[in-house]
C-alpha cells in the first residue's frame, strides 16, 4: 500500500467511518431480510440431486407436471459445468453420482441422448466406472424404475426396527438423519418397487462391479459385514419370512409417528422423500392426509426465480430459520445494536415460541431427561440440536427476562436439557448423546458418509461457551439458572475433550462448517470464555496455525476438499464468513497483530453497496465429503459479528493505525 493510500485510509478511520459504515448499512441489509413474525431465514443451497429426486419421486408418484419438470431441467443445465459434469459445490470436482442422477433427470426432461451436454456428462460418468461406481443411493433410485436390480443392491431388511436399543445396530445406533431415513428405506427396499422411466439408461453402465461388492480382505470386518449382507440376500429368497409383515408395520408405525407439523420428517429431503414412498407403497393414497401433507409441505421447500430461458425451480434440502434467527441477534448485539430494538425483541419472541418442550429419538439414550432444545427448522419437534439450542442461549443472554415473558424460565430448561445431552466422553454432538457407534459405518449401504453423531469440536465449543457466559458468567446469573457443581463439572469435561481434539497443528475440526477454520473460529472464543489465556499453549498454536493460514488480500478461506485431502486445510480463496470466523478467534484473544487488521480491511473493501457480502463458495457442511451447504445468512451475520467485536474492543483507534501505519504495510 502506497503512502498516500495509507494516509488517506488513516484519516477515514481516525473519523470512525469505515467500520462503523459498513456495520450501519450491515445492520440495516440484515433488519431488512427480518420475516414480519421476527425471524430470519436465508436460502440453503445445496446440490441439483435435490432437484433431480425430486423430479424422480413426482414421476415415481404420477404427479410430475409439465411445468414441474420444464422449470427443475432448467435449474440442473445452468449448474452443468463446462466439462459435462456436476460438483457437489460451487468450484468444486466433479462428483460421478451427482453427475448421474443430473443426467437421468435431464433425460426424463427430454433432453437427447446425443446433445453436447448429455454427451459429456456420459463421457465423464463412463470414464470414472459407470452406473456401477456410483453411490448405493443413486442406485436405490435408478432400481426404482427397472434401471438397477434390486438383487444387486445392499439389503436393509425391515427387521431392524425390532432390536432394542441396547443391541448392536439397532435403530438409534445411526445419527437421526440416517435413521429416519433408514427406516423408510427398509420398507421401501424390502417392497422393491418398480415403475416405468419411459427410456433406459443402459449406456452408462460399463460392466465393472460396485464398491460394496468387491471382496473384501479376508478375516477383516469389512468383509465379515459382506457375508452379513449375503445372508442377508439369501434370507430374502425364501418364500416364508416369519415376522416380515409386522416388522414392516412397525416400520410404518415408526415413521408416521415421527411425521411434522409441516408434513415432513426431520426438516429435510432424504427421509421426507423415502418416508413418502414408504407410505405410498404401503397402501397409503396420494389424497391420504399424511400423504397429502407430506407432497404439500415440499413446495414450501421449493425456490422459483426468473432464468435466462424462462422460470427456474430448485428445491431446498434443509431450511435453517432457528439456525439463522440466533446467529443474527447475536450479530446485531455485537454490534451494539440496543436489546431493546424490535428487531431484536421480535426475534427473541419468535425463539422463545420455538422452543421444544416434548420427548423426541434424543429421549431413548437420556430418559427422564426434561426437553428443552431448540431445532433447526421450523417444525421438527422430534429431533432439537445441541448446536442450535446453544447459540439460542447465547442469543438470549443479554436480554431483559422481565420483558420477555418465560425468558428465564426457557433459559433454565434449555440449560438443563443441554447438559444432560453430554456424551460420556465429555464432549457434545448435534442431536444424540452417545452416538458412537462404528457398526453402522461398516455395512455396505453406509456409503454417503456420516451416518453417526460423535461429539464434535465445534458443538462441544459452542457449548462450552454458552455456559461460560450463561451460566457460569456471575453471581446474579449462577442464581437465577440455579447452578450447582454438575454444571461447573460439564464445562470442565467440556473443555478437556477440545483440548484432547485439538489437531497436531492446532486447529480443530470444523463437523458442520468448512473446516479447519471454522473449528478454530468456534473453539477459541470458547476456551477463552472458559478461562484459558491467550498465552497458553493450545490458545497460541491454534492462533499461529490462523495466522500461517490468512491469504495474501487479507481473508481467510478453506476449500472443501478439505475433508478429503488435508493438504487443503486452511487453504482456498478468501470468503467473509471464513474471513468472520478467523477474526473471531482473534477478537477472543485480544490479538492487536496485523492478520486482525487486514482481515477487517478484507471484510470493509469486500462489502456491497448495500451492506450484505458476496460469497458463492460453499462454506457449509452437511456430510464431510459428500454433501455441502451455502448458508446464504453466513456471508452476513458472521462480518457483522466479526466488526461488531472489532469495534468494541478497537474503539476509537480502529485498524490499529493510531500509532503507526507499519501495520499495514506489513500486510
Known amino acids: 500500500m502506497s503512502t498516500t493510500e495509507t494516509t488517506e485510509l488513516a484519516g477515514s478511520v481516525q473519523a470512525r467511518r469505515p467500520v462503523d459504515e459498513a456495520l450501519d448499512a450491515a445492520c440495516q441489509y440484515l433488519i431488512g431480510r427480518q420475516n414480519k413474525v421476527g425471524f430470519f431465514k436465508g436460502e440453503l443451497r445445496t446440490n441439483v440431486t435435490m432437484d433431480a429426486e425430486d423430479l424422480l419421486l413426482r414421476h415415481f408418484l404420477g404427479i410430475l407436471t409439465p411445468d414441474q419438470l ?14 459435462g ?27 437427447s441422448v446425443d446433445s453436447v451436454a448429455l454427451t459429456r456428462a456420459r463421457n ?63 420398507v421401501v427396499a424390502t417392497l422393491r418397487p418398480r415403475r416405468d422411466l419411459g427410456f433406459s439408461v443402459s449406456e452408462l453402465r460399463t460392466g465393472g462391479i460396485p464398491s460394496e461388492q468387491i471382496p473384501a ?55 421426507w422423500v423415502y418416508s413418502i414412498l414408504a407410505l405410498h407403497l404401503m397402501g397409503y393414497p396420494l389424497d391420504h392426509p399424511s400423504m397429502r401433507a407430506a407432497i404439500e409441505g415440499l413446495e414450501g421447500f421449493l425456490i422459483r426465480e426468473p432464468g435466462p430461458d424462462g422460470t427456474v425451480r430448485r428445491l431446498e434440502a434443509c431450511q435453517s430459520p432457528v439456525w439463522d434467527t440466533c446467529l443474527a441477534v447475536i450479530a446485531l448485539l455485537d454490534a451494539d445494536l440496543d436489546p431493546d430494538h424490535p428487531a431484536v425483541q421480535s426475534a427473541a419472541q419468535w425463539l422463545l415460541a420455538e422452543q421444544i418442550t416434548v420427548d423426541g429419538d434424543w429421549s431413548v439414550r437420556r430418559p427422564g431427561l ?33 420483558a420477555l415473558t418465560g425468558l428465564q424460565a426457557a433459559r433454565s430448561r434449555a440449560v438443563e436439557w443441554v447438559i444432560g445431552m453430554q456424551s460420556a466422553d465429555g464432549g457434545w454432538a448435534a442431536f444424540d448423546a452417545d452416538n458412537t457407534s462404528n457398526l453402522p459405518l461398516r455395512l455396505p449401504f453406509s456409503d454417503f458418509g456420516a451416518v453417526v453423531d460423535p461429539p464434535s469440536a465445534d458443538v462441544t465449543a459452542h457449548v462450552v461457551e454458552m455456559l461460560a457466559k450463561t451460566v457460569l458468567a456471575g453471581p446474579s446469573t449462577l442464581r437465577a439458572l440455579g447452578v450447582n457443581a454438575d454444571h461447573q463439572v460439564a464445562l470442565q469435561r467440556g473443555v478437556d475433550w477440545l483440548l ?8 480443530w475440526f470444523g463437523r458442520w462448517g468448512a473446516n479447519y477454520v471454522y473449528g478454530v473460529g468456534a473453539v477459541v472464543p470458547a476456551l477463552i470464555a472458559a478461562g484459558l489465556g491467550a498465552e497458553d499453549r493450545p490458545i497460541r498454536r491454534a492462533i499461529q496455525w490462523l495466522r500461517e493460514h490468512q491469504n495474501p488480500d487479507g481473508g481467510w478461506g478453506e476449500d472443501l476438499r478439505s475433508y478429503q485431502d488435508r493438504s487443503w486445510s486452511g487453504r482456498g480463496a478468501s ?32 462489502q456491497q453497496a448495500d451492506g450484505g457480502w458476496p460469497e458463492d463458495l460453499y462454506t457449509g457442511t452437511g456430510f464431510p465429503g459428500y454433501f455441502y451447504i451455502n448458508y446464504e445468512m453466513y456471508r452476513h451475520v458472521f462480518p457483522i459479528s466479526a466488526l461488531g467485536r472489532y469495534r468494541r ?19
Open 575 to 606: 470468503t467473509p464468513s471464513q474471513t468472520a470466523w478467523a477474526l473471531l478467534a482473534l477478537d477472543a484473544v485480544a490479538d492487536d497483530s496485523p492478520a486482525i487488521h487486514s482481515g477487517v480491511r478484507y471484510l470493509l473493501q469486500n
Open 85 to 111: 459434469t456436476w460438483s457437489n459445490f460451487e468450484g468444486g470436482t466433479p462428483d460421478l453420482s451427482t453427475t448421474v442422477e443430473a443426467y437421468v433427470a435431464l433425460r426424463l426432461a427430454g433432453d
Open 370 to 402: 426434561i426437553s428443552g432444545g431448540w431445532a433447526f427448522e421450523f417444525a421438527n419437534d422430534k429431533y432439537p440440536d445441541i448446536d442450535d439450542t446453544a447459540e439460542v442461549l447465547l442469543a438470549l443472554r443479554s436480554l431483559d427476562a422481565s
Open 70 to 83: 420444464a422449470e427443475a431441467a432448467r435449474w440442473i443445465r445452468s449448474q452443468q459445468r463446462a466439462d
Open 217 to 271: 480382505r479376508r478375516w477383516s470386518v469389512p468383509r465379515g459385514f459382506q457375508l452379513l449382507d449375503k445372508m442377508l440376500h439369501r434370507y430374502e429368497r425364501l418364500p416364508f419370512k416369519p415376522g416380515r409383515q409386522a416388522s414392516l408395520r412397525r416400520c410404518l408405525e415408526w415413521v408416521l409417528a415421527r411425521q411434522e407439523a409441516d408434513g415432513g420428517w426431520g426438516g429435510i429431503q432424504p427421509p
Open 124 to 186: 465423464y460418468i463412463r470414464a470414472n466406472g459407470g452406473l456401477e461406481a456410483s453411490r448405493v443411493f443413486t442406485r436405490i433410485w435408478l432400481a426404482l424404475f427397472g434401471e438397477w436390480s434390486w438383487d444387486e443392491l445392499p439389503v436393509i431388511p425391515p427387521e431392524l426396527i425390532r432390536l432394542r436399543p441396547n443391541m448392536p445396530l439397532n435403530i438409534y445406533d445411526w445419527g437421526c438423519w440416517a435413521r429416519q431415513t433408514i427406516v423408510a428405506l427398509a
Open 649 to 667: 474492543r478497537f474503539g476509537d483507534s480502529q485498524l490499529g493505525l493510531e500509532g503507526g501505519q507499519d501495520r499495514w504495510s506489513a500486510t
Open 500 to 507: 484432547s481434539a485439538q489437531e497436531a497443528d492446532g486447529s
